[in-house]
């Protein structure tokens, strides 16, 4: 048999504080398809970025038809016949469709004027070619998400495209768009073209698919053929690692009392009915894919977003929350995902921070800051959480990650929030200073305080949660027992799409 | 994480089911600002005998002309999502290089209209290279460019006035009346003609494409092979042309360089684009609308002082006309 149609050999790629990357190989045939398949974090979309010219791999050699490649940049790679995806848009919502398609490549008559009739006629005859029932006169932007990636995958493939990366491109369509999506796949594969397919979707892997990647921890993990390799092998392929079984979480001693009882809960955009208790002293996880929901749940309980159905009952009370200060004034803390975006003032000091949320309860009757008050406060708790920094009056921006958000934790204290919800609560964080907000975790639930827990990493769930919730498109797909839970059946819970019925 | 599901595309499928009713709702747009334009010239014309006369309709287009101009190269600035700041002193500045140009330097009227012109280009360049290599926020590098440009025509003029003693001609770009027997400025014919030209780059050319393209997702632009760098520098120089030809008409109108004044009518000027449905947010926009709107302005001054508001409460008059119009529009997107 000739050269894979593209190899990849040794691929390596860095980021200051991550090993994205490491000697990752990859071989696309011609006339396949190839799923790439790894947890979050596994590197699918590092290794995407390299082949597509976003990155430079810092080592790795590229093959196209057994030639080396140098991808220089994202116009380069497609160039030369590789074009990608990408899981958000990269189209212009206020121009046509083939305005979009041929943007850069426009057709001219007579040298200074554009030609809107041959623009529009290219595309329909690429159009025809695809398949593809599309206007080119329509505006992009009124487009539904489904035939706005029907646009991507035209223009992706009016460059001659010989490999075509998607990634997760069904995580926005429904049933009838997805058959849709993999005729297009279907006919795009031919003896001299192959597809490079990113999804979670096991069952819809088994349809598309040739052929599975499987990536682990940045790592090439193996390659196995769709036909013969059960989904659960697939899975295990992908999780892998096992957990050292001491440093779970113990199990739970006497049942407690619940502290928040969500029922029913339901957003327009996401959320199916999510229902579950949260118990006074424990570590709810919320696992799932991303895109499963877990942060729009702790959005719509603190009122950030607003829910079009469910109830919530804080300590026996059935309460209304409509935003996150009314969360804040019953005693719900959320700790943002993104720290430094919604979690801290970067530019103020870690006085500041410290006493944002609580700052009423330090105003004096004739309307000033009582400074010393504060001082002390956030002393207390510089001592009490143990956070690195010189003084009280450092500006948060001249922390570490983790005093950083150690910092967001006394805030959320010094509020007496006796519900936290940590979204992510080590990310960008590194590994020493994460056994401490583990541990600082461990400490606040012995305290009784009532914590979710969500997080991508599942060895961190399963170390940390007392239970573990998991979700998949917007449903809670089971609550399992710390002793129950494996990575294993989790991951499992967390691809029970909807499609295939498995999950009332 | 958890983003997946999102697009940046602003949405989606429910809100505009097809681009039949997208464009009649965009050209329904236009037609409402003609309608309200239509509107305030009735009011006028029932509210005094002098509105509706051919001579005063020359006068509210000669005192759009200026404005006008500026508004229409600003039009695409605004819709690649940038804003100019310094037109309105930039053409005061090259109102003076004019002067400069004719009178201190004795350059013929040609060779000197046009160095005006090319100075407001050459300010354009600077902008687009300061906004689009540098990256300075388009206000901040406009904002500026503006106090820059003010002060220069102050230091280069030595803070007087210069008159075109030398080319007597000069005043005549603006002011010969080119129709026999009524007073119908050359000045106009020359806003007609920059009105077509402009609209025919916005709607027909690759600049025009790019416009709106760099407006509409500039990321998204750069990633098909699109030189953002080149094209913004060039749209900002094209803002600059107008500006140059606006700093010639208005000197020419006044026969002589005015080296002060010119603060503000970046405003009125923004304000002619805003009123005419162009989003300062970029990638939505007209030349037409542009056009409208800058005689909007221009009718609602002419009319309020004919029928004797006195000059205070014009500028309030034109204040709620802004915020009417970019409400409305605001609704119409929010409802669309």
Same mark, same amino acid.
Request: glycine residues 10%.
């Given at each position: ?66 030639? +080396? ?14 074009? #990608? ?36 006629? !290219? ?11 599309? *206007? ?38 429904? *049933? ?30 088994? +349809? #598309?698919?040739?052929? #599975?990647?499987?990536?682990? *921890? ?62 006074? $002293?424990?570590?709810? $996880? ?16 603190? $009122? ?58 330090? #105003? ?69 200073? !994460? ?7 461990? +400490? ?29 498109? $917007? ?8 002793? *129950? ?20 | ?336």
């Amino acid at each position: 048999m000739s050269a894979p149609l593209l190899e990849v050999v040794g691929a390596s790629k860095s980021f200051p504080g991550v090993k994205a990357l490491d000697d990752v190989h990859l071989d696309l045939r011609a006339g396949e398809v190839l799923a790439l398949v790894g947890e979050n974090g596994a590197g699918k979309s590092t290794l995407m970025k390299l082949l597509s010219g976003v990155y430079t791999p810092d080592e790795g050699e590229f093959f196209l038809s057994g030639e +080396q490649l140098a991808i220089t940049g994202p116009k380069q790679a497609q160039e030369l016949g590789i074009s #990608i995806i990408h899981q958000e848009f990269n189209l212009m919502p206020d121009l046509t469709i083939a305005q979009n398609i041929f943007i850069g490549r426009e057709p001219r008559s007579g040298g200074v004027f554009l030609s809107e009739r041959s623009l529009n006629r !290219k595309t329909r005859e690429l159009f025809d070619r695809l398949g593809l029932a599309l *206007d080119p006169s329509e505006v992009v932007g009124g487009l539904t998400v489904a035939k706005q990636q029907m646009v991507e995958i035209a223009k992706a493939l009016s460059y001659n495209a010989r490999v075509l990366i998607m990634d997760e491109p069904t995580a926005a369509l429904n *049933d009838a768009e997805v058959d849709t999506l993999f005729d297009l796949i279907r006919r795009f594969t031919t003896p001299t073209t192959g597809v490079i397919y990113i999804s979670h979707r096991m069952h819809e892997l088994r +349809q #598309i698919s040739d052929r #599975i990647t499987v990536l682990r *921890d940045g790592r090439y993990v193996g390659t196995v053929e769709t036909a013969t390799t059960p989904t659960s092998e697939v899975i295990s392929l992908m999780v892998g690692r096992e957990i050292v079984s001491e440093q779970r979480q113990s199990d739970e001693s006497a049942p407690r009392e619940t502290v928040l009882a969500v029922e029913g809960l339901s957003t327009k955009s996401l959320l199916k009915d999510v229902s579950f208790e949260l118990r006074k $002293g424990e570590i709810l $996880g919320f696992a799932g894919l991303m895109g499963a929901g877990r942060t729009e749940v702790a959005r719509a309980i603190v $009122g950030a977003d607003r829910s079009e159905s469910g109830t919530i009952t804080l300590h026996g009370r059935p309460v209304v929350i409509n935003n996150p200060a009314e969360a804040a004034k019953l005693g719900i803390g959320y700790l943002s995902e993104d720290r430094k975006q919604l979690g801290v003032l970067l530019e103020r000091n870690v006085r500041e921070n410290v006493v944002l949320a609580s700052l009423s309860e330090y #105003i004096g009757a004739l309307g000033f800051v009582k400074d010393k008050k504060i001082e002390r406060t956030a002393r207390e708790y510089v001592t009490a959480l143990r956070i690195k920094t010189p003084s009280t009056s450092q500006l948060v921006k001249n922390l570490s990650g983790g005093n950083q958000q150690k910092v967001v934790i006394a805030k959320w204290l010094a509020k007496d929030c006796d519900v936290l919800i940590f979204d992510e609560p080590t990310r960008g964080i590194d590994v020493g200073a !994460k056994d401490e907000i583990y541990a600082l975790l461990n +400490q606040l639930a012995a305290g009784g305080k009532a914590i979710i827990m969500i997080s991508s990493e599942l060895p961190e769930v399963l170390r940390l949660s007392h239970r573990v919730a998991v979700m998949c498109e $917007g449903r809670l797909t089971a609550v399992l027992e710390n002793a *129950d839970a494996t990575q294993e059946n989790i991951m499992d819970y967390a691809t029970r799409f909807s499609a295939y019925g498995t999950v009332k | 994480m958890t983003l997946t599901t999102e697009t940046p595309t602003p949405k989606p499928a429910e809100a505009r089911p097809n681009a039949a009713r997208g464009a009649l709702r965009g050209s329904l747009q236009q037609l409402l600002a003609f309608a309200s334009l239509i509107v305030i010239v009735i009011f006028f014309s029932i509210a005094s005998p002098h509105f509706f006369t051919t001579a005063n309709i020359i006068s509210i287009f000669t005192a759009a002309t200026v404005t006008g101009t500026l508004a229409l190269g600003t039009t695409f600035v605004i819709i690649t999502g940038g804003i100019d700041l310094s037109i309105g002193t930039g053409m005061i500045l090259c109102g003076v290089m004019a002067g400069v140009f004719l009178t201190y330097w004795g350059w013929p009227l040609w060779a000197g209209v046009l160095g005006a012109v090319l100075f407001g280009a050459l300010i354009g360049v600077v902008n687009g290279f300061n906004v689009a290599v540098l990256k300075i926020p388009p206000f901040i590098a406009t904002l500026g460019m503006m106090l820059i440009a003010a002060g220069l025509a102050l230091v280069i003029s030595g803070t007087k006035p210069i008159y075109f003693k030398e080319t007597p001609d000069f005043q005549s770009i603006m002011n010969l009346s080119i129709i026999p027997g009524v007073r119908f400025p050359l000045g106009v014919a020359v806003f007609i003609v920059l009105i077509v030209l402009s609209a025919l780059l916005l709607s027909k050319t690759i600049v025009g494409r790019y416009t709106f393209s760099i407006g509409s997702n500039e990321a998204a632009t750069a990633l098909s092979g699109v030189n953002v760098v080149k094209w913004k520098i060039i749209i900002y120089t094209i803002s600059g042309l107008f500006v140059g030809i606006a700093g010639v008409l208005s000197a020419s109108r006044l026969s002589s360089a005015q080296p002060t004044g010119g603060m503000g009518l970046e405003l009125e000027a923004i304000a002619a684009v805003v009123i005419g449905g162009t989003s300062l947010q970029g990638g939505k926009g007209s030349i037409v609308g542009t056009v409208i709107g800058a005689l909007i302005m221009a009718v609602l001054t002419n009319g309020l002082r004919i029928i004797s508001v006195p000059q205070e409460w014009q500028s309030v008059a034109v204040g709620l006309v802004i915020l009417i119009a970019v409400y409305l529009d605001m609704l119409r997107r929010r409802s669309a």
